[in-house]
């Protein structure tokens, strides 16, 4: 096969890396991709760094098994603390979301101060403020966890309890001075209005989906893999666990039907 047209490997802990696969498709329609959700061992956050290196090797080295041209980590947790490890093991291009998301924000920013939120591991990793700061040591980062946002988009909720709960976490932030916000959680996006509401439109949603979407186009055309073909691309689904619940929040965070799922297993060592 014409290396161009081999697959992109996408892997998540779960379902929120399912944004990401949303924007991957939506600005790179021509390409085949296989998606991986480690559902027998969601979430990644409360594990140790090392437990979660681990997951990270053992599903990359799944996915570049099936010959893909490039591995894209839309997991925060992962992207935090195994991207170093799984690019000096592998020899494809390897894209995070942290990165995506800290050099957008960067040069989104009018007055140097930017917001970020995310899990309560993804901040408690710093990760957003160290690629935020290698770009530019001046600026300014305020975090902070918002761990109720998780559960609430999975489960479909809207309206009274959401705008609560983001009100309660998003004050401090807005209060710092703040002029752009980066949604430092694959879940996120699909609260994008609500949090828009509440911090107001003069602050700057970075979607870190999106931008890591378009740093995936960046690579490809930079490196002459994007695909050429006419036909239908493919899209491949893979679970660690039942696929029952993954189809029904997944098609939500997809804004599709999922297709051409199935369940694996992961037992490869570092």
């Known amino acids: 096969m014409d290396k161009k047209e081999r697959s992109i490997g996408i892997f998540d802990s779960g379902i929120g890396g399912l944004t990401v696969l949303h924007e991957i498709h939506k600005r790179l329609p021509k390409e085949h991709t296989i998606y991986l959700g480690d559902t027998a061992r969601v979430p990644y956050g409360i594990r140790s760094p090392e437990t979660v290196i681990r997951y990270a090797f053992e599903s990359a080295q799944f996915l570049t098994a099936k010959n893909i ?29 942290i990165e995506p998301g800290a050099k957008a924000a960067v040069v989104a920013t009018r007055n140097r101060k930017i917001g970020v939120i995310g899990t309560e591991a993804t901040i408690r990793s710093q990760a957003y403020d160290i690629a935020i700061r290698r770009e530019d040591r001046s600026m300014e980062v305020f975090s902070h966890a918002c761990p109720l ?90 679970v660690t666990d039942s696929p029952a619940r993954f189809l029904e929040v997944g098609e939500r965070f997809l804004g599709s039907k999922i297709h051409n799922i199935k369940k694996t297993a992961l037992a490869m060592e570092v």
């Not at 997991?75 to 592998?90: E, G, M, Q, W």
């Not at 703040?178 to 959680?185: E, Q």
């Not at 699909?190 to 828009?196: G, P, Q, T």
Request: proline share 3%; net charge negative.
């Open 69 to 97: 041209k490039v591995l894209v980590i839309a997991c925060n947790s992962a992207s935090a603390v195994s991207i170093d490890t799984l690019r000096k093991s592998f020899s494809l291009p390897i894209i995070g979301v």
């Open 149 to 238: 946002f998780v559960p609430l988009v999975e489960e479909g909720w809207s309206g009274t309890i959401v705008e609560l709960a983001g009100e309660a976490y998003l004050k401090d932030i807005s209060d710092k001075g703040i002029d752009t916000l980066v949604l430092g959680c694959t879940h996120y996006p699909l609260l994008k209005h609500v949090i828009s509401r509440i911090v107001g439109q003069n602050i700057t949603l970075i979607d870190s989906a999106v931008e890591t979407a378009k740093q995936l186009r960046a690579v490809l055309h930079e490196l002459s893999l994007a695909a050429t073909n006419e036909d239908k691309s493919i899209q491949e689904f893979f």
